[in-house]
């Protein structure tokens, strides 16, 4: 049994995703990140960057106590090594694979959130900021849609790769960006939200980001700092 601790954010999403693409049993703890539960004690003992997702496998492979992993990528890679899916065995497939999961985690997650930010939740607009993140979001958007101008998915074969990216499209309007100019990425968007698993995980779950944000929300989110992290 998998404890997802999760909140309905694109990094929530990757995990739901490849949960339920597996049918590994889980449990989702939801963690409300907009009322604080993220600095919980209790979750901060199994994510101690006070960030959501994170997991406990009850049965981990060495057979030992329960063991908890922090950090969206790092997730789908131990799951991925746990069921032996969606992540290739031949050295040089398995290493295509995750250097996109990387590019996802270092790139099109980080720029594309703080575009959303500046965008959205920023108390004031800021034309530098929106700017800035908006055209190198619009420039992850075309690496990406180059990669997929000769394969249906990042890496050769669905993987984690595309897990870990197509929750980070789902927002593309909010982050001002247009489909219609990345041909592929649309096509490949397409087909990834048709599947019958993608639709269970998105299924009844009303994104974080679609709704306003109240002054209370928005100082836990944005308002931390390092004595946060000393208290």
Do not use: C
Request: hydrophobic share 35%; net charge neutral; aromatic share 12%.
């Amino acid at each position: 049994m998998i404890d997802l601790y999760y909140w309905p954010t694109p990094n929530g999403h990757k995990i739901t995703i490849f949960l339920e693409e597996t049918g590994l049993p889980h449990k989702i703890v939801p963690v409300n990140i907009g009322k604080g539960d993220q600095f919980q004690p209790d979750f901060l003992k199994i994510s101690p960057n006070n960030r959501m997702p994170a997991i406990v496998d009850h049965d981990p492979a060495d057979g030992g106590a329960p063991l908890s992993v922090f950090e969206s990528g790092a997730i789908l890679l131990y799951l991925a090594e746990k069921t032996g899916k969606f992540l290739p065995k031949d050295l040089r497939g398995r290493f295509e694979t995750l250097q996109w999961l990387f590019w996802q985690m270092g790139g099109l997650g980080p720029m594309a959130g703080q575009n959303g930010h500046f965008n959205a939740y920023a108390p004031e607009k800021i034309p530098y900021a929106i700017e800035r993140y908006t055209k190198e979001t619009g420039r992850l958007y075309g690496v990406l849609n180059k990669r997929l101008a000769d394969r249906d998915y990042i890496a050769g074969d669905y993987s984690i790769a595309d897990m870990a990216s197509y929750p980070w499209i789902v927002p593309h309007q909010s982050h001002k960006q247009n489909l219609d100019e990345f041909p592929n990425i649309k096509r490949w968007f397409e087909r990834i939200k048709a599947r019958p698993a993608v639709e269970r995980a998105y299924n009844g779950v009303a994104p974080s980001y679609s709704k306003p944000m109240t002054d209370e929300e928005r100082k836990v989110l944005f308002g931390q700092s390092a004595s946060t992290v000393k208290a």
